[in-house]
T-cell receptor, first 113, second 114 residues
Framework: DAKTTQPPSMDCAEGRAANLPCNHS???????VYWYRQIHSQGPQYIIH???NNETNEMASLIITEDRKSSTLILPHATLRDTAVYYC??????????????FGQGTELSVKP | GAVVSQHPSWVICKSGTSVKIECRSL??????MFWYRQFPKQSLMLMAT?????????EQGVEKDKFLINHASLTLSTLTVTSAHPEDSSFYIC??????????FGQGTRLTVV
């Protein structure tokens, strides 16, 4: 079973910041928080990941609470092309069996003009 | 980022036939690849872990004799849906992990069994 809970859907106005929350209260010390998104009928796209520090890249920012039980993905200036299902996943980093990704239901983000 | 290529993008086959889907890591070597299935309006469901040079590890409830996985090289894993039936119609997606741990996904294969 997925170890994260996310709201099923969210709306965001184009140009505004989209803040997507994720709860992962049972996260283990060696598990990272990963975010992926899936645009309709495509494979998921990697966005960002972090362990305990906040992270930022060209796509988004990831804010992880101090107790690591929740996090927020921030898309600073949402565009219509950011409309997708966003998945928050916790997993042990690495390419072995322990690093497999278990997807929850995700948040369907709709960016509106 | 790293590129994972999946082929074909879509396929239509007759009931009872077998279909092979390829997953290639184009610019990195992947000792482990993963296969997922996704039904409409649902999330991705992990089917199996494909290990280069050894047998795949299947998730509970996934029939290993129906979904044959071969990972013969560090850049190629294949999933063969044997004796396909309409209920096998789905979106099949593979992934491979890059050197820093993030997973890269193929573009998916839409299988329709008629």
């Amino acid at each position: 079973d997925a170890k994260t809970t996310q709201p099923p859907s969210m709306d965001c106005a184009e140009g505004r910041a989209a803040n997507l929350p994720c709860n992962h209260s049972t996260i283990s010390g060696n598990e990272y928080v990963y975010w992926y998104r899936q645009i309709h009928s495509q494979g998921p796209q990697y966005i960002i990941h972090g362990l305990k520090n906040n992270e930022t890249n060209e796509m988004a920012s990831l804010i992880i609470t101090e107790d690591r039980k929740s996090s927020t993905l921030i898309l600073p200036h949402a565009t219509l092309r950011d409309t997708a299902v966003y998945y928050c996943i916790v997993r042990v980093a690495g390419g072995n069996q322990g690093g497999k990704l278990i997807f929850g239901q995700g948040t369907e983000l709709s960016v509106k003009p | 980022g790293a590129v994972v290529s999946q082929h074909p993008s879509w396929v239509i086959c007759k009931s009872g036939t077998s279909v092979k889907i390829e997953c290639r890591s184009l610019d990195f070597q992947a000792t482990t690849m993963f296969w997922y299935r996704q039904f409409p309006k649902q999330s991705l469901m992990l089917m199996a872990t494909s290990n280069e040079g050894s047998k795949a590890t299947y998730e509970q409830g996934v029939e290993k004799d129906k979904f044959l996985i071969n990972h013969a090289s560090l850049t190629l894993s294949t999933l063969t849906v044997t004796s396909a039936h309409p209920e096998d119609s789905s979106f099949y997606i593979c992934s491979a992990h890059g050197g820093t741990g993030e997973a890269f996904f193929g573009q998916g294969t839409r299988l329709t069994v008629v």
